[in-house]
């Protein structure tokens, strides 16, 4: 990261400047101002790191034209997200299918964004704006559209009252959870910015949080991945299996602490402000299944897809075709929540098939339990649950499992090839 004194000043002014205004009683005041320096200040840190050819490099150094352009996406981008506000004022209470255009306009939004980009080329190479600027939206826009489309159903199902347009901008621009999520409710944060927990205890560990997950993302992970797939395989070098096995396990391991860290991050400037954001990690490696993986991997994730997925399809699907096809119809819900899941993390082929591979193996685990049950009796299944062996063998079953779906999802078709000829050539010199 690129002038990371700048970058950290940058975020001090932000949390003492939201902190003020959080502080003012009159919500006329206080949210539009919430809203304002969470717009302003997503738009001057993001002015201060480009990648170019993966290079870090500010955009200030570019001239005033890059600044204009930059800003301007900025303010685009605002007119999209005050477009949905609009939209779910005018739909989320009717009744019928209305609300559903109002939760579906933050989707169709990112849709548009992530898989038709390539047909708007020629229009952006005439804007100037480079594949890096739309690059840096679709990350924000991927975690917002989710929150947004919530928050939608959140007011239809009278959890929330209709925010103000302030109120959903500050929630949508809300800079700790922006770019990386966790993908927080706005009733969570909506009662966090009206209890204003500002106690000493709290402030003390979110300041801890912060220094932790800048740890695990600015150091650990960084060494974790020298020895994943790009660490271990770039070198144009012949390689052994054994290395495959150690660059799987590492990458999975920098997932982890890239992203978890990033979340740590997030949920403690959020907690300098006083507010909660939920938990997106719960030690993932001890996970027994693939179930109980996506309870500790990506938390807010997988809520949100049972909630507006996965319990939905599966009651219409029962309803429709009866109780006695309730598991074709569970088989067929999680498919499709892990379909969505695996698209939603990029496009291209290798993210659905991470979906698949999720899939079939929640889909599996269901199935076997069912299998264990009719054929261990209760009594025997709880045994079989409480035997220390068989959880031993059941969490490095899951990590292995885990592990070998995390290569399709990191690497391209060209880097799986590169990988390949390393270890064939690898045997060829054993071999001689």
């Given at each position: 990261m690129s002038n990371l004194p700048l970058f950290i000043l940058l975020l001090a002014g932000y949390v003492i400047l939201t902190r003020i205004a959080l502080r003012i009683r009159s919500d006329k005041v206080r949210l539009p101002l919430f809203a304002i320096f969470n717009i302003a200040f997503v738009a001057l840190l993001s002015l201060q790191t480009r990648y170019h050819d993966w290079e870090p490099e500010p955009i200030l150094s570019l001239g005033q034209g890059a600044v204009v352009r930059h800003l301007a996406l900025i303010g685009f981008y605002v007119l999209i997200v005050a477009a949905g506000y609009f939209l779910m004022r005018a739909l989320a209470n009717k009744a019928?299918?209305?609300?559903?255009?109002?939760?579906?306009?933050?989707?169709?939004?990112?849709?548009?964004?992530?898989?038709?980009?390539?047909?708007?080329?020629?229009?952006?190479e005439r804007l100037g704006w480079d594949d890096w600027v739309l690059a840096a939206t679709i990350i924000g826009l991927s975690y917002m559209a989710f929150r947004l489309s919530f928050l939608v159903l959140e007011v239809r199902n009278e959890i929330v009252e209709m925010p103000s347009l302030s109120g959903y901008l500050g929630f949508a621009f809300f800079l700790p959870t922006m770019i990386v999520g966790p993908i927080n409710p706005f009733s969570v944060h909506k009662r966090s910015l009206d209890s204003g927990s500002f106690d000493s205890g709290y402030i003390a560990r979110s300041f801890l949080r912060v220094a932790v997950g800048s740890v695990k993302f600015l150091f650990l992970a960084n060494l974790a991945n020298q020895l994943s797939y790009a660490g271990i395989f770039l070198d144009q070098k012949p390689h052994g299996p054994i290395d495959l096995v150690v660059a799987a396990v590492f990458y999975y391991i920098f997932l982890y602490l890239n992203f978890s860290g990033i979340c740590d991050i997030a949920i403690g400037i959020a907690g300098l402000l006083g507010i909660r954001v939920i938990e997106n990690f719960d030690n993932p490696f001890l996970a027994r299944n693939i179930k109980d993986f996506w309870n500790?991997?990506?938390?807010?994730?997988?809520?949100?897809?049972?909630?507006?997925?996965?319990?939905?399809?599966?009651?219409?699907?029962?309803?429709?075709?009866?109780?006695?096809?309730?598991?074709?119809?569970?088989?067929?819900?999680?498919?499709?929540?892990?379909l969505v899941i695996g698209v939603w993390h990029g496009v291209g082929w290798r993210f659905a098939l991470f979906g698949v591979i999720h899939a079939a193996?929640?889909?599996?685990?269901?199935?076997?339990?069912?299998?264990?049950?009719?054929?261990?009796?209760?009594?025997?299944?709880?045994?079989?649950?409480?035997?220390?062996?068989?959880?031993?063998?059941?969490?490095?079953?899951?990590?292995?499992?885990?592990?070998?779906?995390?290569?399709?999802?990191?690497?391209?078709?060209?880097?799986?090839?590169?990988?390949?000829?390393?270890?064939t050539e690898g045997f060829f010199i054993s071999g001689n």
């Open positions: 019928g299918m209305l609300p559903w255009i109002a939760f579906s306009y933050p989707i169709l939004v990112l849709i548009l964004f992530k898989y038709f980009y390539f047909a708007w080329e020629p229009f952006v500790r991997w990506h938390i807010s994730l997988s809520v949100w897809a049972r909630d507006i997925i996965f319990s939905p399809l599966s009651k219409y699907l029962i309803r429709r075709f009866g109780i006695g096809y309730t598991n074709a119809a569970l088989t067929v819900t999680t498919f499709v929540v892990f193996g929640v889909i599996g685990n269901y199935y076997y339990t069912i299998f264990l049950k009719k054929r261990l009796g209760k009594e025997g299944f709880r045994k079989y649950n409480k035997s220390k062996l068989i959880h031993a063998i059941a969490v490095v079953t899951t990590f292995a499992y885990v592990t070998a779906s995390f290569s399709v999802f990191a690497n391209s078709y060209n880097q799986l090839g590169i990988i390949k000829n390393a270890i």
